[in-house]
Each structure stands twice: as structure tokens, then as C-alpha cells.
């Protein structure tokens, strides 16, 4: 397994590799968005007095800099992509190899992000240099951090593959994937931080998987966590990893049962 994972995760850098300048202006792209996000929130703190629940204008720069990091971490295999693998029948030759395809995805995301933070580096320090950031980076901060932005991606690499598995049974299913992802833009942290939402908004937040690979290294690299809630933070990654993973292989097994490929 450690073979095919490091094989896939060569593959898969070798093939955007090959696309270097689009792949580029891609990333760029993705670092718009926080981009709007803090041009907005520094203006709404400067008119409040240069604060907003705790958020000065250097921590919303913090904030939404290092979102662009833990977005392009968290990128995964969407559950689109199993709707288009059952209607045009690309799952049936992945039945057929000795290894679940889940782990051939996994490395393949895995090598793909060595390519995507190599070309975030050069935009997160102009980024920096425009904005003006405030960090806290002590030592454990910065390295529980490397570890929680990589448990968060697998965590919701395995949630988007169990949610995937809907397609076995009703093959349209974009309504259902866009609830799952408004939920995730509003509770996880990044479309605002949390603590800007409403008590009952930050409670069931707390409660579901959103803001565990969000907003929980955000806030972890930028200081406003303390020892025992990283270490919280950490367990519910593995709870909600785990629980994933049950309905993932659930799901699977019995998905199988019904496969027919559709074809193209």
C-alpha cells in the first residue's frame, strides 16, 4: 500500500505538472475568494472601531491568508464525480484492480497537493506583503497545524466519498450535494469565522464535521486556540473520520449490489 500510494501520488503530480501555467492561474483564481472576504470584513471592522468579535483588521488578514492554504488542502473528490463515473460506466474498470478505489483517489489528492501549496507559496507571501497580517506562531501552534491541515483533508476526503455513494441509488444528485456544501460554506468557518455567527449557529457547528477541517486550523495557526481545544479539535477530526468511514464501506458494499454501468 505505502508503494501505491507514493506511485499514485508521483502520477498524479507528474500529470499537473504538465499543465504548470494553467494550473497556475487556477490557484490564483481560488485566492480571490478569501480575497473578497477579508476586503470586506477589515472594512467593517475599521468602521467599528478596528474590531469585530475579537477580529482586529491584521487578524482578519491572519484569518483569510491562511484560509487560502487550508481551502486548497481541502480540496477533494467531489461526489459529482461519482455521478459521472456511474452514468458513463468509469467504475466498472476500477472494479476490476486489486485495491479499493478509494485509496487510488486518496493518493492521487495526496500528490496533488504537493503541487498546489508549491504554487500557494508565492501568492500567500504577496498576499501577505498587501495585507499585513498578525500571527501567533509559536512552535507546537505551527506544527499541530502541518498535522491538522492533512487529518482535516482525509477527514473530509472520507465524508465526500461516503457521500458519493448516494449515486448507486438515484443517479441526480445535485440538490442533495448542494445542501451538504451551503451548509459547509456557512458553518465551517469559511465563509466568515464563527464566532461572528449566532450562539445556536456556532453550537451546531461545534457538532458537525464542517469546521473541523476549516475552521479549526485556521484558528489554530492564528492563535485564538488553546492546548485543550486543539486537542478537541483533533478528536472530533477522528470521530467524524471514523464515522465516515463506517458509512463510507456501508454504503459501498451494499451500492455494489445494484451497480449496472450506464455507458457513454
Known sequence: MIQLYWKQMVLATIQLMQYRVGFFFWVVGMAFEPVIYLVVWQAVARERGGEVAGYTVSAFAAYYITWTLVRQMNIGLTPWAFEGRILRGELSPQLLLPVHPFHLDLASFFGMKVVTTLV???????????????????????????????????????????????????????????????????????????????????????????????????????????????????IMQGVWAVVGLGV?????????????AVGA
Open 120 to 234: 500557494w507559496f508565492p501568492v500567500a507571501l504577496l498576499l501577505y506583503f498587501v495585507f499585513r497580517p498578525e500571527f501567533n506562531l509559536e512552535a507546537w501552534r505551527v506544527a499541530a497545524f502541518l498535522v491538522c491541515i492533512v487529518t482535516g483533508f482525509v477527514m473530509r476526503f472520507i465524508l465526500l466519498w461516503a457521500l458519493g455513494m448516494i449515486t448507486f441509488w438515484v443517479q441526480r444528485v445535485t440538490a442533495i450535494f448542494e445542501v451538504y456544501f451551503g451548509l459547509e460554506l456557512v458553518l465551517s468557518g469559511r465563509l466568515v469565522p464563527l464566532e461572528l455567527l449566532p450562539g445556536w449557529a456556532q453550537r451546531l457547528a461545534d457538532w458537525l464535521p464542517y469546521q473541523w477541517s476549516f475552521g479549526f486550523p485556521i484558528e489554530l495557526l492564528i492563535g485564538r486556540l488553546n492546548q485543550g481545544q486543539t486537542v478537541h479539535g483533533f
Open 248 to 260: 463510507m464501506l456501508f454504503l459501498w458494499r451494499q451500492g455494489l449490489k445494484r451497480y449496472s
